[in-house]
């Protein structure tokens, strides 16, 4: 795992909305550690959800679905940002979520991929596509029923950025 070049400027974005950031990957648990520890200079993804964890694999909805349920929101509300369209855009759609198709290397340029639950909402090149499409075209707010545990862990993300910020 490593960062995506615009991760760092979206993940600071959706910090600052009080947005929670969750990941669901194919890695192990330790290489999310490893990826949170080395080359993420932000608070870490919560939850984050590898393939040991109690869930089927993507394009299963039931990772996502969870997430939804920790935070308090109905899939709707969320966002699901993936690179592949027959895991994340389908497990995306499974759930009811809005689907973000990151296809930073033009892989998806034959409209016939895009059948049924492979069809995202949006198609972006690049992270910093998906920034300005979330700043411009979604109204970001905080969800409100997150657990305890979770807003604080917001919160303290929140904190941390303002501090780095002054």
């Not at 070049?5 to 959706?14: A, H, R, S, W």
């Not at 300005?132 to 305890?148: A, I, K, N, V, Y």
């Amino acid at each position: 795992m490593q960062t995506m070049p615009g991760l760092v400027d979206l993940c600071t974005f959706l910090d600052s909305k009080g947005v929670p950031r969750g990941l669901i990957t194919r890695n192990v648990l330790r290489s999310v550690h490893f990826f949170h520890q080395n080359h993420m200079p932000l608070p870490p993804f919560v939850p984050a959800i590898s393939r040991e964890c109690q869930f089927p694999y993507k394009p299963s909805p039931e990772a996502l679905l969870h997430i939804c349920e920790t935070w308090g929101i109905v899939p709707s509300e969320v966002i699901m940002i993936g690179d592949s369209a027959k895991d994340d855009v389908v497990c995306g759609n499974r759930a009811g979520a809005v689907t973000i198709l990151l296809d930073t290397e033009g892989r998806y340029n034959d409209p016939a991929l895009f059948q049924g639950e492979c069809k995202p909402t949006v198609i972006a090149k690049s992270l910093a596509e998906v920034h300005d499409l979330l700043q411009s075209t979604f109204e970001l707010l905080p969800p409100q029923g997150l657990h305890d545990k979770e807003q604080k862990q917001l919160e303290q993300q929140k904190q941390l950025l303002e501090q780095q910020q002054a």
